[in-house]
């Protein structure tokens, strides 16, 4: 026999309660925000009270190879991202995990350092690094080999590479810390368990390790995916607010910024917007993959 829920009517409220300040600044800072990006998408360029055109701006972009290119490099940039940090994080915070317990404090801090520090000391740091031949990378790295130095900020081949190089260095360390705490969440009851049926430590982390992370993994790449579509700061520092050479590093942010320097806000607005629909795809396909392996 079912039992009557005995709480107040005030009660059943109370979770709502507490809501109240999220939804609040979700309003303040997503919603309005977005509201009036959307309505000055349908109005021309400039400042004051602009006239109504539409979808002009919309259409505009059908035709912008620049605003294609832009919505490519972004693309590639977020997928390298997530195909590059998730491994190495996991790779990480495996080893993080059979270490001395008494290394491990100083050894998550020395990772979460790159994340603590702000974007533009981390780009400066990157120049570097990347600074054609005089670079240390090229300095220590490459002409040590043999090879010839490479032109990083330069060079159309290899511009969107050292974007995604400096978001590993800042991100990687800041989703091993998740991983690691999903890691010391999972009960030591299934790791006795799976070595009692098999004694191969690598089945142990396929078949313990990964199925209890999914939920973490899932965040991780879901940040790494907001974030892939945000990127300005490191951008701006390493490239001044350009695309780069053939416009090899453009990403859709900096694409805005550029619009809007020249007061084009309609059009910056049309970019932004047009991004929601394919953020909640590439979101979508994400939570759709979790699925499908859960």
Known sequence: MPVAD???PGARWTPFFFLLPFLFFLLLFWVIPLVGGV???LHANGLGQAEYVGFAHYKALANDERYFTALRNSFVYTLASVVVIVPLALWLAHLLRA?????????TFALLLPALTPPSVLAVLFLMVFHGRNGLLNQLFLMPLGFEPVNWLKDPDFILSGLVLQTVWRWTGFMTFFILAGMEGIPRVYYEAARLATGSRWRQFWHVTLPQLRSVLLFVAVYLVVDGFSLFSGAF???????GTADAG???VTYVFQKMRFFEYGTASAISVSLLPLMTLALWATFFLRRRTA
Request: net charge positive; glycine share 12%; charged share 15%.
């Open 39 to 41: 309505q000055m998408s």
């Open 99 to 107: 270490t001395f317990r008494r290394l491990r404090p100083v050894l």
């Open 237 to 243: 520092v390493l490239l001044g607010g350009s695309g």
């Open 250 to 252: 453009l990403l859709t």
């Open 6 to 8: 005995q709480r107040t």
